[in-house]
Nanobody, 122 residues
């Protein structure tokens, strides 16, 4: 599966952005989808995940209650709605796909999009 992330940009603190991940290839519905981010000088970290099938979701504590992940299997897309953005949310955001594995570990994800920059100004 190939992934392409889009929707990043510059927003003021307290604002919102919606990121999208578009997949190509077969059997998108069989993959879990995750969003990760890498801030300058930091390692890539888990943000959110939505499972295949029932679409169970998990979030990093730092974004819980502010971010919402969703997926549309018919359109082969996953969105990350980000509300109440903070300067510390500034990072390059990546979407990823996996069949199995620990969804919180970047190394467990086999497929990655190219990343989209999100900048939150104070």
């Amino acid at each position: 599966v190939q992934l392409q992330a889009s929707g990043g940009g510059l927003v003021q603190a307290g604002g919102s952005l919606r990121l999208s991940c578009t997949a190509s290839g077969h059997s998108f519905r069989s993959y879990s989808v995750g969003w990760f981010r890498r801030a300058p000088g930091k390692e890539r970290e888990f943000v959110a995940h939505i499972s295949w099938g029932a679409g169970a979701t998990t979030y990093a504590d730092s974004v819980k209650g502010r971010f919402t992940i969703s997926r549309d299997n018919a359109k082969r897309t996953s969105d990350l709605q980000m509300n109440s953005l903070k300067p510390e949310d500034t990072a390059v955001y990546y979407c990823a796909a996996q069949l199995v594995g620990d969804h919180r570990l970047p190394g467990a994800w086999g497929y990655w999009g190219q990343g989209t920059q999100v900048t939150v100004s104070s």
